[in-house]
């Protein structure tokens, strides 16, 4: 996508924390969020966060945003093998004729039992 | 629930046949959006839609047309499929251009 990059590839073991880091160019950014992708589905929305936010908390998972570094990550804490999914990062920028959504390649986490 | 419903999940066409591929939501969504889904490249526009009759221009919408006669339904037009179209089609919708989007299962389209 336009300039929101995340890695490919994420691996841990059940029970550890998972942290799936993102990358943002554009400081009009509005909204940024995370959506999950499981196999053969679409994609639906996990958690979002608000760009004068900094951290956001919901169960098990953390979102923290440094809007100095256009920095954004998502933890997920006690990660369950049920968490295997592509977790996409994406933006909401201010575009001409409205808004935008940018999305990033998406991360692949494979949780080991 | 809001249901996105993408008629096809696979379907495999011949290069320069005509494709459609169908989108119906059921939540009265003023928006629709057709994304493709490639590896390593994640989501990428391709046509939204705002209203009835309506239609904006995405990031890739070279090779591609829509429709959109009814609320409900945002139709993905391919006129002469190629290979290079062979991919996954996301149908979305949102209740505004700002808001959550609403995806639907995906059509996996090859073209040989």
């Known amino acids: 996508g336009e300039d929101v990059e995340q890695s490919l590839f994420l691996s841990v073991r059940e029970g550890d924390s998972s942290v799936i880091n993102c990358t943002y160019t554009d400081s009009s950014s509005t909204y940024l969020y995370w959506y999950k992708q499981e196999p053969g589905a679409g994609l639906q929305l996990l958690t979002y966060i608000f760009s004068n936010m900094d951290m956001k908390q919901d169960q098990r998972l953390t979102v923290l945003l440094n809007k100095k570094d256009k920095h954004l990550s998502l933890r997920i804490a006690d990660t369950q093998t049920g968490d295997s999914a592509i977790y996409f990062c994406a933006e909401r920028r201010i575009d001409t004729g409205g808004f935008k959504t940018i999305f990033g390649a998406g991360t692949r986490l494979f949780v080991k039992a | 629930d809001v249901k996105v419903t993408q008629s096809s999940r696979y379907l495999v066409k011949r290069t320069g046949e005509k494709v459609f591929l169908e989108c119906v939501q059921d939540?009265?969504?003023?928006?629709m959006f057709w994304y493709r889904q490639d590896p390593g490249l994640g989501l990428r526009l391709i046509y939204f839609?705002?209203?009835?009759?309506?239609?904006e221009k995405g990031d890739i919408p070279e090779g591609y047309s829509v429709s959109r006669e009814k609320k409900e339904r945002f139709s993905l037009i391919l006129e002469s499929a190629s290979t290079n179209q062979t991919s996954m089609y996301l149908c979305a919708s949102s209740a505004s251009l700002a808001g959550e989007l609403f995806f639907g299962e995906g059509s996996r389209l090859t073209v040989l």
């Open positions: 839609s705002y209203d009835v009759k309506m239609k």
């Open positions: 939540m009265d969504h003023e928006n």
